[in-house]
């Protein structure tokens, strides 16, 4: 990837380099960024009713496949409805990525919609949890959560992406995946 692009588009190359095949969620501002470059890579995103549903079917593509699963849901209880399946995921030992969104920072604290600290309950229900605020660090975090996924006892992950910084405008050239 040469040039400029959103930052959220970064968490699409790395799930292309890692051979994910589906996105499970909801549509959603937060996160769409990360979304439309996964379609526009290959990997459809799957519509579901409910994050619950999402989280569910990324388990289910993790258990019958032996491949990484992958979910998302918006900021507040878009993330919050992704639990259930996380945590069913965490006791059965399944490899789910989450994806999460987040207010801007600049919203943090400011009783915006949908806004409240998400970390605590994730990362009781995962095996790794990041919150990203430097946009040349998404690749990064992303390989890290994927690889805690999948290596030992496989399990959940969860990274969250304040909005301003998936929409971020970012300069490839210096990033790697």
Not at 34 to 50: N, S
Not at 99 to 124: C, H, T, V, W, Y
Not at 148 to 174: F, H, L, W
């Amino acid at each position: 990837m040469e040039g400029k692009c959103r930052a959220g588009a970064l968490v699409a190359e790395v799930l292309k380099k890692e051979g994910v095949q589906y996105l499970f969620g909801i549509p959603g501002g937060h996160v769409y960024p990360a979304m439309e470059r996964c379609e526009e890579l290959g990997i459809p995103f799957i519509g579901v009713r409910h994050e619950m549903t999402a989280a569910f079917a990324a388990e289910g593509w993790a258990l019958t496949t032996g491949k990484l699963g992958v979910c998302t849901g918006t900021a507040g209880p878009g993330v919050t409805n992704l639990l259930t399946g996380l945590a069913n995921s965490y006791v059965g030992g399944f490899p789910v990525f989450a994806l999460g969104g987040k207010a801007r920072i600049s919203e943090e604290d400011r009783n915006q919609l949908q806004d409240f600290n998400q970390m605590p309950i994730l990362s009781s229900m995962t095996k790794y949890a990041r919150h990203v605020v430097e946009a040349d660090r998404i690749p990064e975090y992303v390989g890290q959560a994927i690889a805690q996924a999948t290596t030992g006892r496989p399990g959940p992950v969860y990274v969250e992406i304040p909005r301003d910084v998936m929409e971020m405008e970012i300069d490839t050239s210096k990033i790697e995946l």
